[in-house]
Every structure is written in C-alpha cells, then in structure tokens.
C-alpha cells in the first residue's frame, strides 16, 4: 500500500463528475487499499477518490473509534436510494478543506447501493454518523464540497483562505 497526495480546494479536479467503475479489478482493490492508508493517516473518517486525483466513483469509510477494531468500507458506485425525511446535524470537516468545520444538515438514515471490493453488489442502510459521512464522500463524486452547503460568503472566505494558504506553502 501507498500514501497518496491530497488536492486541497480549491481545486478544479475536486469539482469533476467522476466516472463509473465499469471493472472491480486489481487497480480499483489497490486504489481503494492506498485511499484507507491514505485517510488513516491524516487521520480521517472517509475518503473519494476524486480528492487524491483519481475521478472515478469510489469512496472508502471507517468511522471506528481509535481504540475499537477497524471497519473500513470500500464503496465502488456508491449511491443513496433511500434517504429519511429525518435529519441531522453535524459539525462536518474535510480532508481537501483542511482546518475548516461547518454544520451541514443531511438524512439521518440512508440506504446505499454499492459494489464491494469482489464486485459483489451490496446493500447498506446506515444512520447517524455513518450515513452522514458516506454522504458527504458520495458527494465528492459529483464534485461537490461540504463548503457548497453554507452561503455563499462564508464558502468564499473560506475557500480564499485556503487558496493563500496554498500559496504561501502553509497547507
Ligand atoms: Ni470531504
């Protein structure tokens, strides 16, 4: 497995539609293996392919506590068919937004459609924590941020924030 690079926004390639995966091959089970490395090392909670520059439609999760077991789920073509009218709230951060938390309100339970590392089509209902963040990273696929929930405004402070902090090497 390997570490790889992740695009902080702004950043065109974090606003691509990503594209089907038509095989669960080899390169898509390592893809995913180096997204898990890659994400419990940040540390984070989930990852899309398309914040470490690949625009496909995988997404990898685990929202385990340090302390417990490890329960990664590596979603290829994820997609909520299901979500409740029900919402939450959460204080949301992301790994291409770094430093920056915000409430965004979603579903508080969802049911995804997935293929799993096999190929195997899954079917998983989620709520709370979970169904939060694997919206948030299904979200990445059609290129869209947490920072796209709040105004305009405060995207755009944020988003100038990050773009200086860029350049100036900070980040
Ligand atoms: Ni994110």
Redesign the pocket.
Known sequence: MSKLDILIAPDPRLKLTANPVENVDDGVRRLMDDMLETMYAAP?I???AP?VGKAVRVIVVDIADKEEEPQPYRMVNPKIVQASDELRVTN??????PDFYADVERADTITVEYQDETGARQVLKADGMLATCIA??I??LDGV??VDHLSLVKRNIILRKLQKAKRAGTI
């Open positions: 984070g989930g990852l899309a914040q949301e951060g992301c790994l291409s937004v948030h990273e979200e990445h941020l947490f």
